[in-house]
């Protein structure tokens, strides 16, 4: 089973056992979940070639949850 599928296929009770089972703590996939849900553009900054910005992953960690809204997470960021 593909390492995403386990999450949502209902084995797991709760956050808590999916990150005791590997190794993490149930914050850090929490955030994870959490970044899951930003606008593709924004993730594809981030990640790519455009990482040049001064954000953090700890300042962005501090912005979590982020907005709903794609558009409002576009505003949070100034993109």
Do not use: N
């Not at 149930?26 to 924004?42: E, F, R, T």
Request: charge should be neutral; charged fraction near 20%; hydrophobic fraction near 45%.
């Amino acid at each position: 089973m593909h390492k995403a599928l386990a999450f949502t296929s209902g084995r797991y009770d709760s956050i808590s056992s999916f990150a005791a089972e590997k190794g993490v703590s149930s914050g850090y996939v929490l955030k994870m979940i959490y970044l899951g849900c930003m606008a593709p553009d924004l993730a594809m900054h981030f990640l790519g070639k455009g990482r040049s910005s001064m954000l953090e992953e700890s300042d962005l960690f501090s912005m979590l949850p982020l907005p709903d809204s794609w558009v409002e997470q576009r505003k949070l960021f100034q993109m």
